[in-house]
T-cell receptor
Framework: DAGVIQSPRHEVTEMGQEVTLRCKPI?????LFWYRQTMMRGLELLIY????????DSGMPEDRFSAKMPNASFSTLKIQPSEPRDSAVYFC????????????FGPGTRLTVL | AQSVTQLDSQVPVFEEAPVELRCNYS??????LFWYVQYPNQGLQLLLK??????LVKGINGFEAEFNKSQTSFHLRKPSVHISDTAEYFC????????????FGSGTRLQVQP
């Protein structure tokens, strides 16, 4: 298995632009998580899906952020418009079963907003 | 609300020496406990987890952790570290509320010196 796949691995954009991050979970996994890692706030959950349905989006910073999971093999995290404070590493993770199984993390997308 | 505290931001240690990385948590409900490792420019990888049963948990790469309910701790240990263990280590919890997202500590940077 290729593991969790994220694209792009690096993204540099200018303030105000739309940014779309993509994630392909491990086949067969029914839960998908988006986390953000910054120096100031550490690792924090943005949103997670179970069976393609958003379960908890309490970590989504504001309306500029949106996430979708149109099918079991694909999810997007969109920021529109982007701001410099959105600069971070964004991780996607997936897991199977009851949710207490291991969450497998992708390599992350390093986003820089100028 | 739950929180996870990793008391040491950095731990320098010499190769082949023992190491303990400390983690304490606070929660009004039962928790499930995890340790993840992050190597430079990579995603997170599960080292070990405690869900129930024996309070001493063994993980990959020779690491182990002990759940202490009375002290609300889940310290990570290794009897003899290698240079390759240099990485960031994160303690995390999932609360027994049905919500399956990880809440992470701030991380401990383990620096193994020759």
């Amino acid at each position: 298995d290729a593991g969790v796949i994220q694209s792009p691995r690096h993204e540099v954009t200018e303030m105000g632009q739309e940014v779309t991050l993509r994630c392909k979970p491990i086949s067969g996994h029914n839960s998908l998580f988006w986390y953000r890692q910054t120096m100031m706030r550490g690792l924090e959950l943005l949103i997670y899906f179970n069976n393609n349905v958003p379960i908890d989006d309490s970590g989504m910073p504001e309306d500029r952020f949106s996430a979708k999971m149109p099918n079991a093999s694909f999810s997007t995290l969109k920021i529109q418009p982007s701001e410099p404070r959105d600069s971070a590493v964004y991780f996607c993770a997936s897991s199977s079963g009851t949710g207490l199984n291991e969450q497998f993390f992708g390599p992350g997308t390093r986003l820089t907003v100028l | 609300a739950q929180s996870v505290t990793q008391l040491d931001s950095q731990v320098p240690v010499f190769e082949e020496a023992p190491v303990e990385l400390r983690c304490n948590y606070s929660s009004s409900v039962s928790v499930y406990l995890f340790w993840y490792v992050q190597y430079p420019n990579q995603g997170l990888q599960l080292l070990l987890k405690y869900l129930s049963g024996s309070t001493l948990v063994k993980g990959i790469n020779g690491f182990e952790a002990e759940f202490n309910k009375s002290q609300t701790s889940f310290h990570l240990r290794k009897p003899s570290v290698h240079i390759s263990d240099t990485a960031e280590y994160f303690c995390a919890v999932i609360m027994d509320t049905g919500r399956r997202a990880l809440t992470f500590g701030s991380g401990t940077r383990l620096q193994v010196q020759p």
